[in-house]
């Protein structure tokens, strides 16, 4: 049997799985248990796990255990993905060699732990097993059916769970024991918190087109040329399919179809609540407890009293109260009151259902009625289109049938009559056909490729269409006149951008010769504004410029459309910023968890090194066909 000597961690420049640091408590057993039972893939058996993968000193990783944390991880993805995802689509990413090298991680604590006698006893094992959600019953309480079961059904026993799970929590143990104790030196903690507690309280004018002198002026023709010129990538065309196609449209064939009198009568009837709309009003209805209550405070707004304040001495806001528009028959009792109003008001106290209430009606909505003549039209071709949607289903056979049979499209065309047509489809393209605008046609057209049979799509508005491919067409610029409303776009943008920028510099120069700054515009404020924090409506180049900057020296901002003059108006430490003592906490807990990993990552390094590798390459091959690689 070949065999390879392996290094302790195997190379990883190219992967795209996060490798994980240092060995998390019940994590290599547990996660593909419960992953395994969630989505319910299969574990493939290896002969009772009798076939190695490998050594790590005096421990093993059987071929068992290397597929069940293979697949595990396999299962982890699907799951984070929302559907099933193969082994071999993982592995260019470096998902085995992830898995590998966290099972010689643990071979490697094991056999330490054995040399040192660490070990976890029945109790501490037995109240794990029981916090396992998939081995609960449905009271939340341990199941020992269902641990049974669960073990059953992913292939494992319970003598192997219970003594991979016995080694995890030995090897949690062992990680706390030696990164626990990890602190990171004061001075960095410091050093870190005097960098991210500091705070800015910034100054600045944003600049707009309404503020330059005068109106941007139109671009000439080379101005355009120029920018089209410079930026014809963005003016290029994708590659392209050219397609040829026969579509049969609802909207083609409505306008022939019969539209039964009755039929638009009923469909105008069913929508009478759309075309005849009663009066209404704006209304908000304030409930009090009684009918004393509510004379009072009624008595306290004829005084003078707000009808808000009313509200707010209710524990209220308007929204809850607002009843938005309603009829006379919807507000009951209180509808004649209200409707008597021709003007906003208050009327009460009313009974309501909650109780005695004050009304306050805000706004009149008029009666409104469209109809059956007005819209007549519009329902017509409704009733038609939906006529034509039916004889469109009951021509699907029919063309499913002459496909099947051999037909051209041109055949289709001639024999079904129906509209044969050729088309430039680029994907993601703005300039495709109105065909294209179907969301059916770009699925079919995006698979679509040279000497595919054409078949019948049903589209979503009931149509049907069949295509095939004729040519590709490569990458190619779009004409000038077909995208000078872009490049006009593109190139006002630049142009505001620049004339923009050079008034906020006039600014800047002014500030500088002595002007005050609020004679040079609308002066906002952002006071202590953090490293990471934001300035609502300005992006973050705001912030990013204002820790970049001297105190007291203004400066231009640009970002996209953005422009301002900005000036930095005070610096705050973080020892006089109140939210220190937490972000000290938080920075000492983060870095005595990273120091911490980083020393049992050393630790478990050293501890592979002397223990020795050998991994059998032809076993893991094995594995992966097996898993359907």
């Known amino acids: ?22 060995v998390s408590l019940l994590g290599s057993v547990l996660l593909g248990l419960i992953a395994l039972s969630m989505l319910g893939f299969g574990v493939t058996s290896f002969s009772g796990g009798t076939v190695r993968v490998g050594t790590v000193g005096d421990q093993e990783i059987t071929a068992s255990e290397y597929a069940n944390a293979l697949q595990g991880e396999v299962n982890r993805f699907s799951q984070m993905v929302g559907q099933p ?31 040192m006698g660490l070990s976890v006893g029945d109790a501490a094992l037995a109240a794990e097993v029981v916090k396992v959600a998939a081995f609960q019953g449905i009271d939340g309480q341990f199941d020992r059916a269902a641990y049974g079961d669960t073990l059953r059904r992913n292939n494992m026993s319970e003598a192997d769970f219970e003594a991979g799970l016995r080694a995890d929590i030995a090897r949690g143990l062992l990680q706390s024991a030696i990164s626990g104790g990890a602190k990171p030196p004061a001075a960095l903690t410091e050093t870190l918190l005097a960098y991210a507690g500091e705070t800015r309280d910034i100054l600045y004018i944003p600049v707009t087109e309404a503020d330059l002198p005068q109106p941007l002026a139109a671009p000439t023709d080379s101005d355009l040329q120029a920018e089209y010129d410079a930026n014809i990538a963005a003016y290029t065309r994708p590659e392209a399919k ?15 179809m019969p539209a039964d009198a009755a039929a638009v009568e009923k469909l105008y009837q069913d929508r009478i609540d759309q075309y005849v709309i009663p009066e209404k009003r704006l209304v908000e209805r304030l409930v009090y407890p009684s009918a004393a209550d509510a004379a009072a405070a009624k008595a306290k707004l004829d005084a003078g009293t707000s009808f808000e304040d009313l509200v707010a001495e209710r524990n209220l806001t308007l929204a809850d109260i607002d009843l938005g528009d309603v009829s006379k028959a919807e507000l009951g009792a209180a509808g004649d009151a209200v409707f008597a ?74 024999s079904e009559n129906l509209t044969l047509a050729t088309t430039d489809y680029a994907k993601g393209a703005d300039d495709n056909d109105p065909i ?16 595919d049979f054409p078949e019948a799509i049903i589209l979503e508005d009931g149509g049907v269409v069949a295509m095939t491919m004729l040519e590709a067409l490569p990458p190619a610029p779009r004409p000038l006149a077909d995208v ?40 906002k404020t952002a006071a202590d504004i953090a490293r990471d924090g934001a300035v609502d409506g300005a992006p973050a180049a705001l912030v990013t410029a ?45 870095l005595s968890q990273s120091l911490g990993a980083d020393v049992f990552d050393l630790f478990g390094g050293q501890v592979e090194s002397a223990a020795g590798i050998m991994i059998d390459q032809n076993v893991i091959n094995s594995v992966h066909t097996q898993m359907g690689n």
Do not use: C, H
């Open 436 to 451: 294209a605008s179907y969301g059916g046609f770009i699925k079919a057209a995006d698979a679509l490729a040279q000497g």
């Open 85 to 115: 995802v193969a082994l071999r689509d993982l592995l260019p990413a470096g998902l085995d060699r992830q898995v590998l090298a966290d099972l010689i991680r643990q071979k490697a604590l094991d056999g330490e732990m054995g040399q």
């Open 341 to 414: 109003l021709t003007e906003a008001g208050v009327v009460g106290p009313i009974d309501s259902d909650l109780g005695p209430a004050l009304f306050r009606m805000n706004a009149i909505l008029p009666a409104q009625e469209t109809t059956l003549d007005a819209v007549r039209a519009e329902l017509t071709l409704e009733v038609q289109t939906e006529a034509a949607r039916a004889a469109i289903g009951d021509r699907i056979d029919a063309i499913d049938d002459a496909l099947a049979g051999g037909a051209t499209l041109e055949d289709l065309a001639a």
């Open 242 to 256: 050219r397609i040829q196609y026969v579509a049969l449209l609802p909207e083609t064939l409505a306008k022939d």
């Open 546 to 590: 204002a820790f970049a900057a001297e105190l007291g020296a203004p400066q231009v901002v640009v970002d996209g459309d953005f422009v301002a003059l900005m000036q930095l108006d005070a610096i705050t430490p973080a020892s006089e910023n109140p939210a220190s003592a937490a972000l000290r906490a938080t920075l000492d807990a983060q």
């Open 484 to 523: 000078k409303d872009k490049v006009t776009a593109a190139w006002r943008a630049k142009a505001l951008t620049a004339a923009l920028t050079q008034l906020a510099e006039t600014k800047v120069t002014a500030l500088k010769g002595g002007a005050d700054l609020a004679s040079l515009g609308t002066v």
């Open 1 to 22: 049997m070949a065999r390879t000597p392996a290094s302790p961690t195997p190379p990883n420049d190219e992967l795209v799985i996060k490798k994980r640091r240092g």
